[in-house]
């Protein structure tokens, strides 16, 4: 399974990123997919997660502001995110929780992009 994300940058306080992650290979069902952010000098830290079955979860940090959403056909998911703040600046990593059809769990991590918040 390899993940590819996109998006990310740098925006000013209050302003708007969207995050997009696509899971490809063959052979695999998607169980969970979502988003990790490491911020600098931090370890890396749940941002929100979605299962296939459309169960949700966000940190305490980002309900309200940040939206996760899921394209089961495309193995994407996406994290709209709002109302930024400075201290949202850090590596986002994307995450899916695969199954593979012989039964066998897999953990995959992207590659990491950079959200930057700052006037």
């Known amino acids: 399974v390899q993940l590819q994300a996109s998006g990310g940058g740098s925006a000013q306080p209050g302003g708007s990123l969207r995050l997009s992650c696509a899971a490809s290979g063959s052979g695999f069902s998607v169980i969970v997919m979502g988003w990790y952010r490491q911020p600098p000098g931090k370890q890396r830290e749940l941002v929100a997660v979605?299962?296939?079955?459309?169960?949700?979860s966000y940190a305490d940090s980002v309900k309200g502001r940040f939206t996760i959403s899921r394209d089961n056909a495309k193995n994407t998911v996406y994290l709209q995110m709002n109302s930024l703040k400075p201290e949202d600046t850090a590596v986002y990593y994307c995450?899916?929780?695969?199954?593979?059809?012989?039964?066998?769990?897999?953990?995959?991590w992207g590659q990491g992009t950079q959200v930057t918040v700052s006037s």
């Open positions: 979605m299962t296939t079955g459309g169960t949700i």
């Open positions: 995450h899916a929780l695969v199954k593979y059809y012989g039964g066998r769990n897999e953990n995959n």
